[in-house]
């Protein structure tokens, strides 16, 4: 079991630009949640999604959206990139089968807006 | 999700237990208990959880006081290998979303 992977694992883009990141979940796992890390800060939740519908969404502006797709892998995507969205992305996947679960992460995208 | 404290930073001698406090005084009845760590460039990982009573699998142990507003997460016999962010997280009973703090740095002294 190959785990939660993510891609890429460094990325390096211009303010303005638009970003695509991508995550498959741990075999078994139906729901995927993404995160964004700063540098010295804990990760930030952005949202969830379950079913192919964002269920739950954290404190990020509409520029953040995301899709997932009927094999439960998932995309982040970030349109009008600011410096500030420079962090570390976090995909997490967990089963939605139980009652309370642990997620399990992937290594994270190194995204850098210059 | 009531809100964690944590102390930012500890030490431990390797071969000791590491002893890491969490206070969560506003924790409400179906909010569980986890705990994560977050070893440096890695996605962080799952340690442990619970809902009132102790806790204990291959990792760690965990202990909940009574009152549940204070938790306990014990490395029985801590590595250098242990050395990370650990984060204390209220979640809500059915609700997979993590509250992440800033949690507290262990450092693993050799």
């Known amino acids: 079991d190959a785990g939660v992977t993510q891609s890429p694992t460094h990325l390096i883009k211009t303010r303005g630009q638009q970003v695509t990141l991508r995550c498959s979940p741990k075999s078994g796992h139906d729901t995927v949640s993404w995160y964004q890390q700063a540098l010295g800060q804990g990760p930030q939740f952005i949202f969830q999604y379950y079913e192919e519908e964002e269920r739950q969404r954290g404190n990020f502006p509409d520029r953040f959206s995301g899709h997932q797709f009927p094999n439960y892998s998932s995309e982040l995507n970030v349109n009008a990139l600011l410096l500030g969205d420079s962090a570390l992305y976090l995909c997490?996947?967990?089963?939605?089968?139980?009652?309370?679960?642990?997620?399990?992460f992937g290594q994270g995208t190194r995204l850098t807006v210059v | 999700d009531a809100k964690t404290t944590q102390p930012p930073s500890m030490d431990c001698a390797e071969g000791r237990a590491a002893n890491l406090p969490c206070n969560h005084s506003?924790?409400?009845?179906?909010?569980?208990v986890y705990w994560y760590r977050q070893i440096h460039s890695q996605g962080p990982q799952y340690i442990i959880h619970g809902l009132k009573n102790n806790e204990t699998n291959e990792m760690a142990s965990l202990i909940i006081t009574e009152d549940r507003k204070s938790s306990t997460l014990i490395l029985p016999h801590a590595t250098l290998r242990d050395t990370a962010v650990y984060y204390c997280?209220?979640?809500?009973?059915?609700?997979?979303?993590?509250?992440f703090g800033t949690g507290t740095r262990l450092t693993i002294i050799p």
């Open positions: 997280i209220a979640v809500n009973f059915g609700n997979e979303k993590l509250t």
């Open positions: 506003t924790i409400s009845g179906n909010e569980y």
């Open positions: 997490a996947s967990s089963s939605d089968r139980g009652l309370t679960t642990e997620a399990f």
